[in-house]
């Protein structure tokens, strides 16, 4: 063969994306509206002995943070490593909301086809526009029926292909409503439970005691709190089974020791004070890593992690991803220019976790950033957040406004109760009044008061510590093009 034309078979190779090991599956789990309330994360009352197990095969991360407590907001994050004011899917998707992510947005699953993967979802996906964020395969299943979730999912992982996989796994558990019947939040089912004569498949449910559920300090301990509290961990117990049965699936087709497993939720749990907030109660999430390859298990891990992260991470997982410059490599994916991009690397607002899994506590990872916008479409009440082991700041930029309930939150009891008894009535640290009108920052010494009870914005002494993080969050807002940076030069 003439020289020529061996140059250009090895210039046409190299074109070519390598393909990953075929050992290197991944599945990533993710719940809908679960906060760490889990027996791995010290919660006595949770009955989540699966996910106990897969944290006790891997690893545990202490400080895991949604950027947005709001489902499709949230989930445009962990799919493509950019805030979403950035990816442009700033709330709901679904109906007359309308939001969705802008066309030059690439996606997990879109890179992961690119790097030699076959991709699959099953259950809740909520993002938009299809052709990016495009898996593969659309496994069906009631999303409410997490083992049938996984039962479904065995004939793509058991498939004869020389290609590893990347499975998302998302229930509809335990958010609220979307019962057999689309119950309102007023009926007792609200969290799409049923007694054990009608559960779904292969689901043995798993009733509370709602005098002994554990009352998070950010909502008021009351019967009716206690009365949604015992739902929601029934519907947490039924999500526990489902991982339980994909774990099963995985080692009966013997793709359990060279699968990544990641578990986690797109937020915190949906009540007042939780999801829709940036409150700790919204945004802290569990957040579970099961790596084959890792020696060490059953660490914890006192990084702080952000869903930014993980488009990083799953791609250096799969061989994609440069560190140096924290964008996927070139044959994955470049800024196309244009239509506000500027043509070169595509770059994640994150990085990738992978190098520190295994450790306690790396250096490094002490700061999480928030951003909110919307969640349904009446309910613009923008907020950033900068966030580090010490402070915690909260931009409320539409602070004039009362905030904005989501209609299942509005309805709640545990948030009626306290609502019809007036202004001054107690929720969890705040007044109802305070819980609806807030000011227009919101400081906290998050190390001494992880609960967010006293603001300090107003604290002549702290007024330092208030211009110190103003600017951080201004930074932030200026690195990830953030529109609403405008908002400090004219409100």
């Known amino acids: 063969m003439k020289l020529g034309n061996r140059i250009l078979l090895i210039l046409a190779a190299l074109a070519v994306v390598a393909l990953p090991a075929a050992e290197k599956n991944i599945v990533f789990v993710i719940a809908d509206d679960l906060s760490p309330t889990l027996g791995c994360y010290g919660d006595m009352a949770a009955v989540t002995p699966n996910i106990d197990r ?179 961990y029934q519907s947490t117990s039924r999500v526990d089974q489902g991982l339980g049965r994909l774990m099963e699936i995985l080692k009966k087709n013997g793709k359990w020791e060279n699968t990544i497993i990641i578990f986690t939720s797109d937020h915190g749990m949906a009540f007042a004070g939780g999801k829709t907030t940036v409150y700790e109660g919204g945004l802290r999430v569990p957040f579970i890593v099961r790596n ?39 044959e994955l994916a470049m800024m196309p220019g244009g239509r506000g991009t500027k043509k070169g690397p595509y770059k994640f607002h994150g990085r990738s976790f992978l190098p520190i899994v295994a450790e306690k506590n790396p250096k490094g990872w002490d700061r999480i950033n928030a951003s909110h916008t919307f969640h349904e479409i009446q309910m613009y009440y923008p907020m950033r957040v900068v966030r580090d082991r010490k402070y915690k700041l909260i931009w409320n930029i539409a602070h004039p406004l009362p905030y904005p309930f989501a209609s299942d939150l509005w309805a709640a009891p545990s948030w009626q109760a306290q609502w019809k008894k007036g202004q001054s009535a107690s929720y969890g640290k705040k007044t109802v009044r305070e819980y609806i009108h807030r000011p227009q920052f919101e400081l906290f010494d998050i190390s001494a008061d992880p609960n967010e009870a006293v603001n300090l914005a107003t604290d002549a002494k702290y007024a330092k510590v208030l211009e110190e993080y103003k600017a951080k969050l201004k930074k932030f807002q200026k690195d990830t093009q953030d529109p609403w940076v405008l908002k400090w030069r004219y409100e």
């Not at 990347?166 to 609220?176: G, K, N």
């Not at 709190?225 to 739902?231: G, I, S, V």
């Not at 006192?302 to 070139?330: C, E, H, R, W």
């Open 54 to 232: 897969l944290a006790a095969d891997g690893t545990l991360f202490r400080y895991a943070f949604a950027t947005t407590a709001s489902c499709s907001a949230s989930r445009s994050v962990i799919l493509t490593g950019l805030h979403n004011h950035r990816n442009g899917h700033y709330g709901h998707l679904h109906s007359y909301h309308k939001f969705s992510s802008f066309p030059w947005v690439k996606t997990l699953p879109v890179l992961l086809a690119k790097a030699g993967y076959r991709t699959a979802r099953v259950g809740k996906h909520h993002n938009g526009p299809e052709d990016v964020y495009f898996f593969e395969t659309k496994i069906k299943a009631n999303s409410r029926s997490p083992v049938e979730m996984a039962n479904n999912c065995e004939a793509f992982i058991e498939a004869d292909d020389k290609k590893p996989f990347f499975l998302y796994y998302a229930t509809s558990d335990p958010h609220r409503g979307g019962g057999e019947a689309n119950e309102l939040p007023h009926k007792p089912n609200r969290f799409g439970n049923k007694p054990n004569k009608g559960a779904h498949p292969g689901v043995k449910e798993v009733f509370y005691d709602p005098a002994k559920v554990t009352v998070p300090p950010f909502l008021p301990d009351t019967p009716e709190t206690r009365a949604e509290l015992a739902q929601y």
């Open 292 to 330: 084959p390859y890792q020696k060490e298990r059953g660490n914890t891990n006192n990084a702080m992690l952000s869903f930014v992260d993980i488009v990083p991470t799953l791609i250096d997982f799969a061989g994609g991803y440069d560190a140096k410059t924290g964008a996927a490599k070139p």
